[in-house]
Every structure is written in structure tokens, then in C-alpha cells.
């Protein structure tokens, strides 16, 4: 079982990007797949979340409307758009599995990606 995150990078504040997370050895949407994030100096707290019946939950109520989280089956992947970023968004990102159903509790989840890096800043 593998999760691989990319997509991070530097960008400015009001741009976008998408970060997305690959899935090897296992059939992720089978699966609760979780997108969480770092900032310097402060706990990892959920983000987003896809579960197994393609229900979405999001967590975070400053990133309610300019984040996405889907699913590409045919891929394996599931991506994160992310809209209108703001400085306070800067953080590592992660994507985590865990079985069924979506929790906002890093605790629940038992595979992580590597995460990836994202900095808004001008």
C-alpha cells in the first residue's frame, strides 16, 4: 500500500493548484481517502475528505468554497483543486487512507503519503 502526494509548489496569493495523490497497491475507492494539512509550528488538521461511496466532507471552513476534492477511478488518483489560495494556506499536504468512512482525525487513518509542499506567498 502506497500513497504518493505531489503537485505542491510556490505560488501567489489568488492562484491555484491541485494537488493530487496516487494510489498503488490497493483500489481507492474502495476506500476513505483523506487530504490533511501541516502548517509550521501547528498540529496536522483534515482538510477534505472522499469516502467509499463518493460522499465528500470538508472540514475546514476557511477553505469551504475554494477547495475540491474528487475522485478519477481510472486513474487510481484522488486530486485536490485548490482555488483563491491565501498565505494562511501555506502548509505540507498530506492524503491518508482508511477504511469506509471519512473521519477529520489524523489518529483514524493508517496509510499516509509523503506529503507535499505547498507556499503561498508573493
Known amino acids: 500500500v502506497q500513497l504518493q502526494a505531489s503537485g505542491g509548489g510556490l505560488v501567489q496569493p489568488g492562484g491555484s493548484l491541485r494537488l493530487s495523490c496516487a494510489a498503488s497497491?490497493?483500489?481507492?475507492?474502495?476506500?476513505?481517502i483523506g487530504w490533511f494539512r501541516q502548517a509550521p509550528g501547528k498540529s496536522r488538521e483534515g482538510v477534505s475528505c472522499i469516502d467509499d461511496g463518493g460522499n465528500i466532507f470538508n472540514y475546514i471552513e476557511p477553505v469551504k468554497g475554494r477547495f475540491t476534492i474528487s475522485r478519477d477511478n481510472a486513474k487510481n488518483t484522488v486530486d485536490l483543486q485548490m482555488n483563491s489560495l491565501k498565505p494562511e494556506d501555506t502548509a505540507v499536504y498530506y492524503c491518508?487512507?482508511?477504511?469506509?468512512?471519512?473521519?477529520?482525525?489524523?489518529?483514524?487513518?493508517?496509510?499516509w503519503g509523503q506529503g507535499t509542499l505547498v507556499t503561498v506567498s508573493s
Open positions: 497497491g490497493f483500489t481507492s475507492e474502495n476506500y476513505a
Open positions: 491518508a487512507r482508511r477504511s469506509y468512512r471519512c473521519s477529520r482525525d489524523a489518529v483514524a487513518f493508517n496509510y
